[in-house]
Structures are given as C-alpha cells and as structure tokens.
C-alpha cells in the first residue's frame, strides 16, 4: 500500500521505517528540511536501538523516501498518518493541537482522489470528529477523505519492537471501509496473533490517554507509599514486590523513585484533566491532578534528602548526577526528572556536575548552565554527594570502592531504587533511597 508518514519525529520516523519493513512503499513528510535530509542520508535524529538498521534497510529497499513537500504526500498517499507532536500548551495543562491542524489545512486541498487520514498522535477526545469536518472544508469538490484515529503505544527504547510486535492494535473508525483498509495495512503483524479492537473514534482516541493515565496513576500510587513509608519506617520496595504478586494488581510499573517524565505521560494525564473539564466531567478525573502533584514531589523530595544529607545547605557542594534523560535507552530529555532534580540542586548553589551515556549533548541544549559530560569518573571526581537519577544499565555495573576512592564523601541517592545497596555499603557508602529504611 502508498503511505504517507507526515512528522518524522520520534513516534512518525519509527512508524515510517517499520511500515517500510512490512512491504508497504512510504513517504516520510516533515517540515524540517535537515530532520529530512538526515533521514533520507541514513542518520537517526535521535538514539533508538535497532532504528539505524531498520532505516538503512528501508532505503536500500527503495519501499522509504522523504520529503518536504505535502503536495506530493497528497499524490503519493492511500493512507496517510498524521504523527505530528501534540505538546502542551503554553497557557495551561490543554494540549496544543497547532501541528495537527497545520498539516490536514496543509493536505487538505492537494488531495485527488478518496483516501484515509489516520492519526496516531495523542489527542483530545473528539478531535477525529472535529478534523472530519475541518477536512470536509478543504478537500477539492468530489475528494472524499475519511479520517480514523490509530493510538500508538511505544515506549522510547522500546520502539521497534513496540511497533512490530504491539500487544495490541485499536483503530477508531466511521466505516467498514476504513477498517478493511487498516486490517489489511497492519495484516503482516496481525498474523502474529496480535488482538485487534475496532471501535470509534471516540473510544480509541480515549484509550490512548486512559492508557497513560492508568501508568502514571500506577507510579504515583507507589510513590505516595514511598512517603507513607518513610514516615513509618517501612521499605516500599518490599512492599511494592509484595502487592504485586497479586496478578490482579501486577508488578510492572511499580518501581518507586523519581518518578515519570518525558513528552508524553506528564503532558497526556495534564491534557485529559483538561479536556475531561471542557466536557464537565472535571472531577471524573481530577484524582490525575494529584497523580501530577505527588510525581513533582519525588523531585523535590530529592532535593531535601540531598541537602539534609551533606549537611543542611548545598551552597559550594560538588554534587555528580548520574543520568540526565528521563529513563535508561533513550537520549530524550523532555521533562527529565534527572535534570529537574540537578537544576534545583545547581539554583541551591550546589557545583553539579551531571553524567550521562548518551543524553550528555541533549541535556547541555537543555540546561545549558548545566556541566553534562558522558566522564563518569570525571563527573564523580571530588563529589560531596553522588545522586543516582535515572537507571542506566552502565550504573549498576559501576565498582562501588572504585568510585569511593573518587569522590570526597561516599554519600549516595539512590533515587531510582535500582542499585545494589549492599555491595555499596559494604564498599563503605551511606546509601540512602526515598521510601527505604535507613
Ligand atoms: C509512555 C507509555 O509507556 C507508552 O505506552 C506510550 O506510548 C508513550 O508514553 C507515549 O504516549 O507515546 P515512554 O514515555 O517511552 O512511554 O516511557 P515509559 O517507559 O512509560 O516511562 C515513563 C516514565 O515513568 C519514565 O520517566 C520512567 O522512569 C518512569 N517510571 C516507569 C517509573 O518511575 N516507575 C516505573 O515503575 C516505571
């Protein structure tokens, strides 16, 4: 089948470069001529594992292309996926559908003959409905174009696996039509045996932002314990291992610490909290508005644990943060609990210097007042403090006595819960974590 892709960040040039690999022939379409020009050279904009292979392969299949122009998305597509960001807006936690709009007003009138717009990016209840009929609008007299909406669930690190070997698809459609097409795009992974739930618009549209409220709920709720139990001395990770061996809770996404970042579950639970207002039903969800708020506390939490621990001020402190992306396998810093925990610390005056395997380039565009380097020894070296932000493989096969002879003090955060403490108390740190026992 002819697919447009149109955005080529994160969540369009994966979907691009795996529906390539299923023998579909794709045009990748982003306004970015140089995210375009990499892409079509073969260079990833972005670190993902396994994307570089799959792209190299797409091209050299001849089934991938990119461009600028959406004039010839409009002639190339029988499908054409909307994969545009939807970011939060400015003036409030609602999502900023500016992208989304600029694109089907940009399609809109260069489209020939019948064809499907499918959107993937995370939007709003009611937006299929309402670009139905913006495009209805548009089109040239006797173009019919039928808009569905197909949520996308990848994880970052996650993504081509995610994208190939989904644990489900869900399309929202208006006609039969519709979902033949999409049955048959998606056939190669269906035959997989991967469930496939039709439903409308609404619905799917839906499933998307329950998806990611119901894991960010998940975090916050084991979280909030944490702080219950470092009022009462109690270990939350036994705890969290405990409750989820019931099945009907499960052990996923449990893992108490810093807590969630990155572009999609802080933006996706503050817009659905939003949108859920708009339409009066604002108290449904307003349990989400707490979710954001115990989220933000783990980051302060942080900070206090860290100041208290060298001594009440952090002013003239050289503290090393190790991790600086908002999870392990991905260089994507958005909303990074890392780097918002490291610039509290860097405005209490503290020296911070922050260590990261490959975000070290992302963070310092970021946080430019931020020192970000990929040294870990570097980034330890006269530490009175070394705080362990996100999960990095690389940090669990660190030798504690190695590092302990580095720093100056041997005082260490664990706030992902992820090391093993006793191997570095044992190396004669004091390892302190929110929500264990000291
Ligand atoms: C998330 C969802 O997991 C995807 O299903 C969804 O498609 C995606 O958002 C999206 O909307 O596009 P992602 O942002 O890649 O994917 O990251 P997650 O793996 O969900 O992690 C989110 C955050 O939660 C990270 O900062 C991670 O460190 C944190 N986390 C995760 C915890 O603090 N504890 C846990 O137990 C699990």
């Known amino acids: 089948m002819r697919l447009t892709v149109i955005g080529t960040g994160y969540l369009g040039a994966v979907h691009a470069v795996c529906m390539a690999d299923i023998g579909h022939d794709v045009l990748g379409v982003d306004v970015d001529a140089e995210k375009i020009k990499a892409l079509a050279e073969g260079r990833a904009p972005f670190y993902e594992p396994g994307f570089d292979d799959l792209l190299t392969r797409a091209l050299a299949s001849g089934r991938l292309r990119f461009t600028t122009n959406l004039r010839d998305a409009a002639a190339h597509g029988e499908v054409h996926f909307l994969c545009v960001g939807t970011p939060q807006r400015k003036d409030g936690g609602a999502a900023d559908l500016h992208h989304v709009d600029a694109v089907v007003d940009g399609l809109a009138p260069h489209l020939t003959a019948r064809c499907l717009v499918v959107g993937k990016s995370t939007v709003p209840v009611g937006t299929t409905s309402r670009l139905t009929d913006r495009i209805a609008g548009l089109v040239p007299t006797g173009v019919r174009a039928e808009v569905a909406w197909n949520p996308e669930f990848l994880r970052e690190g996650f993504a081509i696996e995610d994208t190939l070997r989904p644990d489900r698809l869900v399309v929202g459609v208006t006609s039969p039509n519709a979902d033949a097409t999409l049955r048959s795009l998606y056939a190669p992974i269906l035959a997989a045996g991967v469930p496939y739930i039709s439903t409308d618009p609404n619905t799917a549209e839906l499933v998307k932002v329950a998806a990611n409220s119901f894991l960010a709920t998940k975090i916050s ?17 036994t705890l969290a291992e405990a409750i989820g061996h019931d099945t009907r809770i499960g052990r996923r996404f449990l893992r108490a610490g810093l807590g969630f970042g990155g572009g999609c579950l802080p933006k996706d639970i503050r817009a659905f909290a939003a949108r859920a207002h708009e339409l009066g039903v604002g108290p449904a969800v307003a349990f989400l508005l707490q979710v954001d708020e115990i989220n933000q506390r783990q980051r ?6 860290a100041r208290r621990m060298v001594g009440g001020t952090l002013t003239g402190r050289r503290v090393a943060v190790l991790g600086a992306t908002f999870k392990p396998n991905s260089d994507d810093v958005r909303d990074s609990p890392a780097l918002a925990v490291a610039s509290s610390l860097h405005q209490e005056g503290a020296d911070v210097r922050v260590h990261d395997p490959v975000g070290a380039k992302n963070a310092r565009l970021a946080h430019p007042q931020l020192h970000c380097g990929s040294d870990l020894l570097a980034a330890c070296q006269g530490a009175d403090i070394v705080l362990h932000l996100t999960e990095w493989d690389q940090y669990g096969e660190v030798d504690p006595a190695e590092l302990a002879r580095v720093v100056d003090e041997p005082l260490l955060i664990d706030a992902r819960n992820a090391l093993p403490h006793d191997e570095w108390r044992a190396a004669g740190w004091t390892v302190r974590a929110l929500g264990r026992p000291t």
């Open 221 to 237: 709720f084991i979280n909030a314990m944490a702080e219950v139990c470092d009022a009462a001395g109690a270990d939350v990770v």
């Open 300 to 305: 302060t939490r942080t900070v206090a644990l």
